[in-house]
């Protein structure tokens, strides 16, 4: 017969199998395999070895949460292994036992991670700390400067690689250092007289190069100029 199963408690229907195998409950009409639907649907799975565990999935306000509700890693596999979020938030790729927020591993071969975009826009990786003030440093591709690697820094909450730009690398390994457009292979841009400073191990300056007040070029060796 063509016809769906049911099953009630106190005169309302809490679950239906329908003719087609799926399986509804709180909804009369599953399109899925299985179909959980309520005001705040949850599917708990509770593990009564040693002691009880319990692993939950929740649906709310638009939102989905995947939960240990007490202590316990969540591990991805395909089939094995390949990621987990441990127990204190730490996030392992090809580990087991990430030291920090985020670690990659791995035991055969290179571990990289890739950060692209399709757009005409940048490629970035930002390190900020808002502690005290805010701070950001910023590494990645800029797209509106010929596709150079540039390291920015800026003193907010976001650096732009090109006009918060300290050091510039161009794709045809031209380097900049206070200057976006490098026109030889190492360029430094510097308002102050002394661009350069060669220093010993002690601090003692051996070489010092830059401007002489306007009036040329300066070399000073060893506290001697040259």
């Given amino acids: 017969e063509n016809a769906p199963m049911t099953f009630s408690t106190n005169d309302t229907e809490r679950l239906r199998i329908d003719s087609s195998g799926r399986v509804g409950i709180g909804t009369s009409s599953p399109s899925t395999t299985l179909e959980l639907s309520s005001s705040d649907p949850r599917l708990t799975i509770t593990d009564t070895d040693a002691s009880t565990r319990k692993t939950q999935l929740r649906n709310t306000a ?17 089939p094995t292994e390949k990621m987990r979020i441990q127990d204190n938030g730490n996030v392992g790729i090809g580990t ?7 670690h990659v591993a791995s035991t055969s071969g290179l ?8 757009a005409g826009s940048d490629a970035e990786l930002e390190f900020r700390n808002t502690s005290g003030g805010n701070a950001t440093w910023a590494a990645g ?7 150079s690697f540039n390291l920015a820094y800026a ?3 976001g650096a732009s690689l090109s006009s918060n730009s300290l050091l510039t690398v161009t794709t045809g390994g031209l380097v900049g250092i206070g200057t976006t457009s490098p026109s030889n292979p190492l360029v430094v841009k510097e308002s102050s007289n002394i661009c350069i400073e060669l220093l010993k191990s002690n601090d003692d300056t051996i070489l010092t190069i830059g401007e002489d007040g306007g009036t040329g070029a300066r070399f000073n060796a060893t506290n001697r100029a040259v």
């Fill in 96 to 102: 087991t036992s990430a030291a920090g927020l985020l």
């Fill in 155 to 157: 003193a907010a909450e």
């Fill in 141 to 147: 591709l800029d797209f509106d400067n010929s596709k």
């Fill in 111 to 118: 571990a990289s991670s890739v950060i692209s975009t399709t």
């Fill in 62 to 78: 638009g939102n989905t949460y995947l939960t240990n509700l007490v202590s316990g890693h969540i591990i991805f596999g395909a």
